[in-house]
């Protein structure tokens, strides 16, 4: 019963981009709590998740440390020695705190896009993204200006070692890269690619059932068609990972820029 009503919905209403675009869960005023959604919840979810793990962890710290001691070092250890020690610098330590929350917040939020029964990303949306991007364009720019003065990051950021005659037309071009296609990219490439996932898992699920109600003949196809989403799903893992840790790794890119003593 429910594979034929799910066939049924597959056939009447394929995936499209409203699928992103989730219902109030609120019982009461829904009309006017739209805000409230799934998105929201999972939020809410991967925040107290990512706390209540690390508090515990290291709530009472030992010399052998336990599996969940362990796992939470490595986690700090990988982005603190990997990322922030690695692009920055030994001053990379400082940033490793926020670095680590950064890749953890990512990460949880990224993995709810494979979670059976969650099976979407808050980051599928671009207002998470673009907010992650801010945080860091506006941590690279007072990183920049507390390290080196107002004047003297700005004159670093934007005039290149060029001939006085060109400048007039690189000038621009950094203002543009450096300000304005960094936190662009950063919010973009992680929502293009948990959206293009999503919409990839929903296809191909949903293709499966509408194949069977369109014809029985074409059962086959149907399971091959939720076989490959099994294979997407593992490829989806990887692309989670890689997303959380590449958005990681540029903004300490940018923050190792910011302090750069040259351009």
């Known amino acids: 019963m429910v594979i034929a009503q799910s066939a049924v919905l597959a056939a009447e209403f394929p995936p499209s981009v409203e699928d ?23 939020v809410w979810v991967a925040v107290a998740a990512i706390i209540v793990y690390f508090l515990a962890s290291y709530r009472k710290p ?10 939470a070092e490595s986690i700090y250890g990988f982005v603190r020695n990997n990322i922030a020690v690695d692009m920055i610098g030994p001053r990379g330590v400082a ?4 670095l680590t929350t950064l890749f953890m917040f990512i ?19 671009i207002a998470f993204p673009a907010i992650l991007a801010v945080i860091s364009y506006v941590m690279f ?19 290149p070692p060029a001939p006085w005659f060109i400048l007039p037309l690189l000038i621009p071009i950094e203002f543009f890269s450096n300000f304005l296609v960094r936190p662009f990219s950063l919010a973009v490439r992680l929502f293009a690619n948990m959206f293009a996932g999503h919409m990839l898992l929903l296809v191909f699920t949903l293709g499966g059932f509408a194949m069977i109600s369109a014809n029985v003949a074409l ?3 149907s399971v091959l068609s939720w076989v490959l989403t099994i294979a997407l799903t593992f490829l989806e893992f990887l692309v989670i990972c890689l997303q959380a ?4 790794v540029l903004t300490a890119s940018y923050v190792q820029g910011a302090l750069a003593d040259e351009h």
Not at 95 to 98: G, K
Not at 141 to 159: M, N, P, S, T
Not at 245 to 248: A, D, I, K, L, P
């Open 245 to 248: 840790y590449v958005f990681t």
């Open 95 to 98: 940033f490793a705190p926020y």
């Open 62 to 71: 030992q010399l052998v440390p336990t599996k969940k001691q362990w796992l």
């Open 107 to 125: 990460l949880v939020n990224n993995f709810f896009g494979i979670v059976p029964f969650v099976q979407i990303s808050p980051n599928s949306h």
């Open 20 to 42: 992103f675009y989730l219902p109030s869960i609120l019982p009461w005023g829904a009309e006017n709590n739209y805000w409230f959604t799934k998105i929201t919840v999972l």
């Open 141 to 159: 720019i007072y990183v920049g200006v507390r390290h080196h003065g107002f004047v003297k990051y700005f004159k670093h950021a934007l005039i």
């Open 219 to 221: 059962a086959p196809v």
